[in-house]
T-cell receptor, first 111, second 113 residues
């Protein structure tokens, strides 16, 4: 079957670094997405990885290992506004670009 | 910036009512999707459409139907609302290049009483 696993909750301190892990199993694979979702709001696109390695975008980086079915989102210099849910989503092959989402990781950043 | 607009942020409906959730995107995207989001379950795909009048079932289509008469509008229909359809409903659209990701609407929180 198709499955995405990520931790349910994490806490971290303002200014610190946090890594949110995601493992996936899909029928074929065309890429891995990370979205940020603040409470009561729509998810917003953070990153897309299709090749192995690290992609850096400012304070946020995303890593992919296709052979291990593994990704992580790295958040540096944490700010209070980073408190949100982070959704991992995989794109199986087979057309129509239908994303499979994990249940999300709720991150709480404390002063 | 692409805009995806859902007509209502909050809705309360009675069991058995027919419910229409509307979604409009302003960027001529071909692909549109309806998800529901429930605590602990994440986003689950209900229906999607890859062109006008074309629709495909997602993972949980039971109790729902959709309509796509115009490219910019994708409607989700609850034929006879039930309490287990109380949820957050999210519409999304996607341009041709998948690496830009979905753009989501702000969501409709539906409560069926």
């Amino acid at each position: 079957g198709q499955n995405i696993d990520q931790p349910t909750e994490m806490t971290a301190t303002e200014g610190a670094i946090v890594q949110i892990n995601c493992t996936y199993q899909t029928s074929g694979f065309n890429g891995l997405f990370w979205y940020q979702q603040h409470a009561g709001e729509a998810p917003t696109f953070l990153s897309y990885n299709v090749l192995d390695g690290l992609e850096e975008k400012g304070r946020f980086s995303s890593f992919l290992s296709r052979s291990k079915g593994y990704s992580y989102l790295l958040l540096k210099e944490l700010q209070m506004k980073d408190s949100a849910s982070y959704l991992c989503a995989a794109l199986p092959s087979g057309g129509y670009n239908k994303l499979i989402f994990g249940a999300g990781t709720r991150l709480a950043v404390h002063p | 910036d692409v805009k995806v607009t859902q007509s209502s942020r909050y809705l309360v409906k009675r069991t058995g009512e027919k419910v229409f959730l509307e979604c409009v995107q302003d960027m001529d995207h071909e692909n549109m999707f309806w998800y529901r989001q429930d605590p602990g379950l994440g986003l689950r795909l209900i229906y999607f459409s890859y062109d006008v009048k074309m629709k495909e079932k997602g993972d949980i289509p039971e109790g729902y139907s959709v309509s796509r008469e115009k490219k910019e509008r994708f409607s989700l229909i609850l034929e006879s609302a039930s309490t287990n359809q109380t949820s957050m409903y999210l519409c999304a659209s996607l341009e041709g290049a998948v690496n830009y990701g979905y753009t989501f609407g702000s969501g409709t929180r539906l409560t069926v009483v």
